[in-house]
């Protein structure tokens, strides 16, 4: 006897797997910044970056349980009105190369020290570059 699927647990099924693909996208928080996961709409400096490291760029998730570094990595990306939640990420781009340790938990994983803060942003409109300077 065969095991018989409605029509309505098909449509479930899809909205769910859908909904769970939805949720797993994950963009930068960085002001001027479109990098994002997934494979769809990548912008070429991330394909480029991607290419030539021969791995997906990596995203890591504000500090939330360390008041003081989550306050200095808040600080350090400047977008006002900007309160991080456990979904919020800053791609590998804006770490200095210092922060970035390798193969630490397993091969081939990237991980930051604990002291890294982001610090590179190329892509920062040159209004928020001077708006940033004058404090």
Sequence with gaps: MGHHVSQK?????????G?????????????GCSHRTGNRNKPASQVKFEEQNKRPMKFFRFPL??????????LA????NFTP????RVCEI???K??????VRRVGCISLSPDAIPTIFPAHPPDLEKLASKT
Excluded: D
């Design 98 to 103: 210092k922060f970035l340790k390798k193969g």
């Design 77 to 80: 990306i400047r977008r006002n």
């Design 65 to 74: 349980s360390n008041p003081e570094k989550w306050q200095k990595w808040v």
């Design 19 to 31: 909904l769970i693909y939805f949720t797993s996208m994950v963009s930068c928080a960085v002001c």
């Design 94 to 96: 804006h770490f200095e």
């Design 9 to 17: 647990q098909v449509v479930v099924q899809i909205l769910i797997r």
């Design 85 to 88: 939640c456990k979904y919020s």
